[in-house]
T-cell receptor, first 113, second 116 residues
């Protein structure tokens, strides 16, 4: 158990819908990262928050957005869903300083039908 | 931009033998980190080992060791005494090393199957 929690574990929804994925980082970690794992694109970085502020952006679609709240949990919002958004979405967190490894949550498997 | 290449899509290894997973990288950053993650069939990503670009010694964590050859830009993972539970996908990744912003760039992965 990495200490990072993600809910829900599985999500099945229809095209055009909107969903919210939730992540709680490990205790003491200030950074939260979101990654998408799909068969065709592999593992891709989406976005990072550090202590409530957006710090880096990757291949995140405009239909996707995220935020990190004062209690450091983060949410990834996916809207106008398409079939191609079906993927495993991971959240990871890392310590504020001194070490660089990222600890991943169990992931949310999103299926768009 | 950073790039990670894992040229072995899949491999078999006999239980109790050692296996080496290849990873080469490309970056123009002077300071970077290299990581290996394991993804079993259950789907979670498990951190295995980290090597900093300025670390003088190769990293080791239990049965995992990272063979870091900076001049060749390679960061191969060695798993000693393979166990059935080592069957999984293995991903090599890298990041810049800077305060509060270290997104990971992943390779395509290598699937390992340990045979009894």
């Amino acid at each position: 158990d990495s200490g990072v929690t993600q809910t829900p574990k599985h999500l099945i929804t229809a095209t055009g819908q909107r969903v919210t994925l939730r992540c709680s980082p490990r205790s003491g970690d200030l950074s939260v990262y979101w990654y998408q794992q799909s068969l065709d694109q592999g593992l891709q970085f989406l976005i990072q928050y550090y202590n409530g502020e957006e710090r880096a952006k990757g291949n995140i679609l405009e239909r996707f957005s995220a935020q990190q709240f004062p209690d450091l949990h983060s949410e990834l919002n996916l809207s106008s869903l398409e079939l191609g958004d079906s993927a495993l979405y991971f959240c990871a967190s890392s310590p504020p300083e001194g070490s660089y490894e990222q600890y991943f949550g169990p992931g949310t498997r999103l299926t768009v039908t | 931009a950073q790039k990670i290449t894992q040229t072995q899509p899949g491999m078999f290894v006999q239980e109790k033998e050692a296996v080496t997973l290849d990873c080469t990288y490309d970056t123009s950053d002077p300071s970077y980190g290299l990581f290996w993650y394991k993804q079993p069939s259950s789907g979670e990503m498990i951190f295995l080992i980290y090597q900093g670009s300025y670390d003088q010694q190769n990293a080791t964590e239990g049965r995992y060791s990272l063979n870091f050859q900076k001049a060749r830009k390679s960061a191969n993972l060695v798993i000693s005494a393979s166990q059935l539970g080592d069957s999984a996908m293995y991903f090599c990744a890298m990041s810049r090393i800077k305060a509060a912003g270290n997104k990971l760039t992943f390779g395509g992965g290598t699937r390992v199957l340990v045979k009894p």
